[in-house]
């Protein structure tokens, strides 16, 4: 029996491996091999540049009558930017253009598409030098869509160079850690990436306090003891590993869970009644419920490490169909909760004689509403197609949920899955 659990953790480990590399592959690591130039980095604004030209138009590309207005990009990263010599230098300490400096560099892909007559001050220089983008094609060596810019030294006038910012509409700022992945937008505007920042610090926090509280580390899996009970929840610990809930890419000693915990014949059958699949689904309104599940004794799953430790306590959660009314089904969602839910206006903010929820339950008594929780109305809002962009994210739901006294620890153990989930997906939405 050592044997089999070896093989399992062992197997786990190794068959999720490929995630960890396929995170190196995709983030900027795979673009460091022809070194990274940071800039500050001047994109023309499409919608604010309304001008057309034609082809014998002549036009002032900076100065007061220039058509062009430009998106200012801070920390921009362009690869494979020849460093400049100090014998290029020496004439830019003149306020006369030299033409002369120029070169070629590569954008990386998922940042902007480059356009002629973009901008870009290079940081790491002293002097003042302000290049022009001269040529735009694409790279043909690479297949994952990098851009060949040709750029060449526009001015060296401070003057000048003034007139860039002056003609600057928006800022942005490159999330740098996010560049060659496929989930998280890399330039963000800046009051954005603020925000953003401190959500993914706050879903950090979430996942260290929930693994604080759940996590066994002989079992390699989440478990919720309190009350006289121990649960495990088969399905939600499916959804976190199916979906790396528990995986922080800037942090070592990750939790990788195995998907197929208790080595279910029937665990996929078993997912397609949960509520994790209904929330993968986008939460479809029509098939909202309480959820209803019932309890096995672990000692069931004898291929599982639970009977083999001897841990024959614990109780394993299955899912049961929507129309079970036996005594022995329980729910993930109370009544009240799923009323909740099911109510487009969110009747947590109203007052308990106007709560819809009044109407249905004759003793309204819950605290669910009595007050407003951040964590009750971003799975409604989920539900109900209010959450638009990461500006409808609550910098609180975190501390309302863990550091709250009312909720018990059972439901912090069925929702923080969906809540982190559903947080995830709001921050990969593209404006």
């Known amino acids: 029996m050592g044997g089999n659990i070896i093989f399992d953790e062992r197997s786990t480990i190794d068959g999720q491996l490929y995630k960890y590399d396929e995170v190196l592959h995709n983030r900027i690591n795979k673009y460091t091999g022809d070194g990274r130039t940071i800039v500050i980095y001047f994109s023309i604004n499409d919608d604010r540049t309304t001008t057309s030209f034609g082809l014998n138009d002549a036009y002032q590309i900076l100065g007061k009558d220039s058509p062009f207005r430009y998106n200012r990009i801070e920390d921009f990263p362009l690869l494979g930017f020849s460093p400049l010599q100090p014998e290029d230098t020496q004439a830019s300490t003149t306020t006369v253009r030299n033409y002369n400096l120029q070169g070629e560099a590569f954008v990386i892909p998922g940042t902007v598409q480059p356009k002629e007559n973009d901008f870009f001050i290079v940081r790491q220089i002293n002097m003042n030098h302000l290049f022009r983008v001269s040529a735009v094609g694409q790279d043909g060596l690479n297949t994952d869509g990098s851009y060949k810019i040709s750029y060449e030294l526009f001015s060296t006038n401070p003057q000048e160079i003034e007139w860039v910012y002056k003609q600057t509409v928006s800022k942005f700022k490159t999330d740098l850690q996010t560049i060659g992945g496929n989930d998280l937008t890399p330039v963000i505007g800046v009051e954005d990436y603020e925000h953003r920042s401190r959500l993914i610090r706050m879903i950090n926090d979430m996942v260290d306090n929930y693994i604080a509280r759940f996590y066994d580390k002989r079992h390699n899996c989440l478990i919720y003891r309190g009350n006289g009970e121990a649960i495990f929840d088969p399905c939600g610990n ?33 997912y397609e009644k949960s509520p994790f699949k209904w ?62 839910l099911a109510n487009e206006n969110d009747c947590q903010c109203a007052p308990s004689c106007q709560c819809k ?23 409604h809002d989920f539900i109900h197609g209010k959450l638009k962009s990461i500006k409808d994210l609550s910098l609180y739901t975190g501390d309302q949920l863990f550091d709250n006294g009312i909720v018990s620890s059972k439901e912090i153990y069925l929702w923080t899955p969906i809540i982190i989930y559903i947080i995830k997906q709001v921050l990969l939405m593209k404006e």
């Not at 689904?281 to 069931?300: E, G, Q, V």
């Not at 394993?316 to 129309?323: A, G, K, L």
């Open 238 to 270: 499916k959804f976190m590993a199916k979906h790396g809930l528990l995986i922080n890419d800037n942090a070592y000693g990750n939790i990788v869970l195995n998907e197929d915990k208790l080595r279910m014949h029937d665990i996929a059958f078993l």
């Open 279 to 340: 929330i993968e689904r986008d939460a479809p309104l029509r098939y909202l419920d309480t959820f209803k599940y019932h309890m096995m004794d672990s000692y069931n799953f004898v291929n599982s490490s639970f009977p083999q430790y001897g841990d024959n306590d614990i109780q394993v959660m299955i899912p049961n169909d929507p129309w079970c009314d036996t005594p022995y089904c329980e729910t993930y969602f109370p009544n009240d909760i799923a009323n909740i």
């Open 357 to 379: 929820c009044c109407a249905k339950v004759k003793c309204c008594c819950c605290h669910y509403k009595q007050e407003r929780f951040t964590y009750v109305q971003l799975i």
